[in-house]
Each structure stands twice: as C-alpha cells, then as structure tokens.
C-alpha cells in the first residue's frame, strides 16, 4: 500500500536518525537499520530525521544516559528521572528535545514515528533504568503519544 498523498507526496514520518545512518548516538556510532531502510522504501515515506538529545543541544559523542526512576511519562509529570552517568539530571534536555522533535512533527505534517527501541528518548517497548531493561517509554515517545502520535520502533517492524 502505497502512502502517498492525493497530489503525489509521500507520507512524511518521524525516523530516528540513528536508524537511517547518521551517526547521532550517545557513542558517536549509527544504528542504521536495513529493515527500517526496506520500509520505508515499501511503504513509500519520507523519512525525517531527528535526534532529541542533539536537537536540544547536546554533544555527539555524549555521557550514556538512562531512566534513575520512572519513564517517559514520569518526567513530563515530574516523577521520574532521567541522569547521566555522572548522575547530573537529563530532565530539562530531555524534554527540550522531546518538544523539538514534536514542533519538527507538526511543522512537517507528520502523525507518525518510528523511534530507537531502549533510547531514553526514543524508546518504545523498553528503556533502561540502570542497567536493567525495563517496560516503558522515553521522553520523546510518551509525549509524541500524548499528542496523539502513532509510534513504533524498528523491532515492530
């Protein structure tokens, strides 16, 4: 099934960057993702690129972060925490950059996002809380949601 619209567009999408190859992870390195790569191709949409963390300012490469308590929700609602390594809260950043990457959606007329599973911005399924993998969301996913968002992550695929 084709996604274009009636004058010829393709549906644009959110896409993390990392998936389509550019090198915006906490570690400098890509996730590029060959089934992300056939979807969108399939599917015929226009992928648009976004990284929260850069968006809101942070460097690539970057201290590792991950969820001290809650998850995507619990920041927006002030309960949860996202830290760096060093353990300096990430709350701020991270929700600049989830609303970034909402502003992005809209301006670019996009209902849809196709996030990194297990990123504390972007995860879907699963983050980290620790070093343990935990069901929840990342900052990004939880408000794309709230705002009516569908999101799935390369392994729904």
């Given at each position: 099934m084709s996604r274009e619209s009636a004058n010829g567009h393709k549906e644009p999408i959110l896409v993390s960057a990392c998936l389509l190859g550019l090198a915006t992870r906490y570690d400098g390195k890509t996730k590029r993702s060959k089934a992300v790569m056939e979807y969108l191709q399939r599917e015929n949409l226009l992928p648009i690129p976004i990284c929260p963390e850069q968006l809101a300012g942070m460097s690539t490469p970057r201290e590792k972060t991950f969820f001290k308590s809650g998850s995507g929700l619990d920041v927006f609602a002030g309960e949860g925490h996202v830290v760096s390594e060093?353990?300096?809260?990430?709350?701020d950043i991270f929700c600049r950059g989830a609303s970034m990457v909402l502003q992005i959606g809209h301006l670019s007329n996009c209902r849809r996002a196709l996030l990194k599973e297990r990123s504390p911005s972007c995860g879907v399924h699963l983050i980290y809380r620790g070093e343990a993998r935990v069901p929840g969301s990342g900052v990004t996913t939880a408000l794309l949601r709230e705002e009516g968002f569908e999101v799935f992550s390369e392994e729904d695929l």
């Open positions: 060093s353990g300096e809260s990430m709350n």
